[in-house]
């Protein structure tokens, strides 16, 4: 006999009218409409509903890694890893902008980026929570592209 599944905690789903709260999203879950995805991490949430949040979250995550380059003592390969992750997040910012973006493009980018900021992580403590946010972004760019 199969096991039941259970029923998500509060912690890990709730719902509200057409607002989703949800800690632990799947791709083959679908946003339709109206319906709004909050990613709750530990230092920031992701309330990203249509491309232009999604772009403006990756510009500000791009301007965020550059101040990690600035930061004193940072070597110089862990600058031109950093500038790779920036390049790829201006790929994926060209992809979101076409008239019809390929999710599993921006996806695939955006989880080559989280790797490299994870590879950063012994060097500089915060890429490893922006690698998680690059992660949960690309969670979302199946949500909002579809896919």
Do not use: Y
Not at 46 to 60: D, G, H, K, M
Not at 108 to 128: H, P, R
């Amino acid at each position: 006999m199969p096991a039941k599944k259970a029923k998500p905690t509060a912690a890990q789903s709730t719902s509200s009218g057409n607002i989703f709260n949800i800690d632990n999203i799947r791709a083959r879950d679908v946003i339709m409409g109206d319906q709004r995805v909050t990613i709750h991490q530990t230092s920031q949430t992701l309330n990203i509903s249509t491309p232009s949040e999604f772009i403006a979250e990756l510009a500000q995550l791009k301007a965020e890694i550059e101040r990690l380059k600035q930061l004193p003592n940072v070597d110089s390969t862990v600058v031109r890893r950093l500038g790779v992750v920036q390049d790829d997040i201006q790929d994926v910012i060209a992809e979101a902008k076409k008239e019809a973006p390929a999710a599993q493009r921006i996806k695939s980018t955006l989880d080559g980026a989280k790797e490299t900021m994870e590879k950063l992580g012994g060097s500089i403590t915060s890429a490893v929570n922006l690698g998680t946010l690059l992660g949960n972004l690309a969670v979302i760019a199946f949500k909002v592209f579809g896919g």
